[in-house]
């Protein structure tokens, strides 16, 4: 092996240390489910799903994930059980299968998960109990071609979206070091986009992969700036 060849072979050995990480977490099952095929993927609305399929052959997991990668939301299946539970992943997170429903699963050593557990218990569950209530109001409305009727299901469901966005911003504000608040201003980027939520983010999230996604995205807003005064002067 030649000077070049080792150079080489330090520098991918450096850069793969450098820029990925064994993330270790743990899923109780029993006996029964050893073997059993499970698939972890991540959730976001129009982006590629990154998906690791794993065996249940014991309790200790870990998976090769870029370093800029986690915490993140992830969804898992176990084969031959329904439901799939939503998470986030993080070094340490446990999971205790439940049998019947992957959804019931409990999640602890996981922060993340808890703030978001909490934000779906508290605003996310809500108001899609709300809308749906409002579209089964829209839905009769319509059969009964009552347009008034129709018009006030309408506007409530239209009213109900503006005060999620607006409760997810409170949310992001709330918990500026939260990766969850990361994750939320990445899915709901186009509605908050113009709210200075970005700037509000801790310092510590600076290194994850969608801080520096919205970072260009909130750089492009600010070039747009100076165009949007210009026109309102001319």
Known sequence: M???????????ISANYSFSQKVKFQIFSPKELKGRKAVLLTREKGFAAIVHSIKLNSDIFNLDIDNDLVPDLYQLHVSQIKGSLF??????????LDTNDVTKSTVTNSRSTLEWQAFERNIQKPSDDRI???ALGEKQARKDRNADSLNFWIEKQALEKEDLV???GAFILENPA?????????INWYALQDKGLFEKLDQSLTGHKTYIYLKEKNKKIAERQPVKVLNKLQ
Do not use: A, P
């Open 166 to 168: 607006k409760k997810t």
């Open 132 to 134: 749906r209530s409002y």
């Open 178 to 186: 939260s990766y969850v608040s990361l994750y939320l201003l990445k």
């Open 87 to 96: 998470f986030f992943l993080e070094q340490g997170t446990q999971i205790r």
């Open 2 to 12: 030649n000077k070049f060849s080792i150079l080489l072979l330090l520098f991918l």
